[in-house]
Each structure stands twice: as C-alpha cells, then as structure tokens.
C-alpha cells in the first residue's frame, strides 16, 4: 500500500517534469491516428478528477446511495485544446493529485484494502489507485514516445 501511495503522489513530479521537456513540442498537433500531447495529459486531469478521485473519496465515506461513477474515458479530445494553456494543464494535475494525496492520508493502509461490493462488483481504493497509476503511466509513456518522435530530425507526431 504505501509503494502504491508513493507512485501515485510521484504524478506531481512527472507532471511538474513535463514544463521543461515540452519546449517547442506543437502541444495541440493532432496525428492523423490519434491524440496530441495536449490531449494525452489531459485524458489523465479527466480520469482524474471525473472517476478515480471522486470513486476513492466515495469508497472511504460509503453511503447507502453511493454510486460508482461511470468508466473513465481512455482518450480525451479536448474541444478547443489551444484555449486552455498547457501550464494550467499542468498545474491543475498537481493540484488535484496533492489534494487526493492529502485526502488519503487520512485513510488507514486495512481501510484502503477492504473489498466494498457494488452492483455485483469488488472495489478496493488500493485497486482504484493500481488502475488510475497504470493509466497514468501509459499515457505518460505515450506522451514520451511522441517527445522522442518528435525531437528526432523530420519528426511528426
């Protein structure tokens, strides 16, 4: 438990690493197949804040009528990518994960373990945090493969 606490609080610094590896990286560029780097971050803040967070906190103050929040989208194409600054992106990111940190150290390592049963289903804050930590770090690997192909003489994304 405290390895997956530890993983997930490191978010803030990968995040915060994103400022000075971006450089003259065409954020908002899309690729023909698939998501720009803009959007790759920002799938991260969306599962965030619409799924892994809010299911985490319901987990822990489990109410009569708690429901589950739908499945988080594994994309995100935002609207209008370029209205919103890459620096606000990123900062929102670590503000929310240090606000989920925070929460969570509050929440004893037995309570993050104990299996709730919803609609036929076990959840555990411990399993939220695994899925939300490995989401998170194949969409940080695919925004560092898009960096690298774009860094490279001729490289698009």
């Avoid at 594994?74 to 600054?85: F, H, L, N, T, V």
């Amino acid at each position: 438990i405290k390895k997956l606490i530890e993983d997930a609080s490191y978010l803030i610094d990968e995040t915060e690493a994103l400022r000075f590896v971006i450089g003259n990286i065409p954020v908002y560029e899309r690729p023909p197949e698939g998501e720009s780097f803009f959007d790759l971050i920002a799938s991260i803040d969306q599962a965030q804040k619409s799924y892994f967070r809010p299911f985490i906190q319901g987990l822990v103050n489990l109410g009569v009528d708690f429901r589950p929040p739908s499945q988080y989208a594994r994309s995100y194409r935002a609207d209008d990518p370029e209205k919103e600054k890459m620096d606000n992106l990123i900062d929102r990111i670590s503000k929310s994960r240090a606000g989920l940190m925070a929460f969570l150290d509050k929440v004893s390592f037995d309570d993050m373990r104990t299996e709730h049963q919803i609609s036929g289903r076990s959840y555990s804050i411990a399993g939220l945090l695994e899925e939300m930590i490995r989401f998170e770090r194949q969409q940080l690997k695919k925004a560092a493969e898009m960096i690298l192909t774009m860094e490279k003489p001729g490289g698009k994304p």
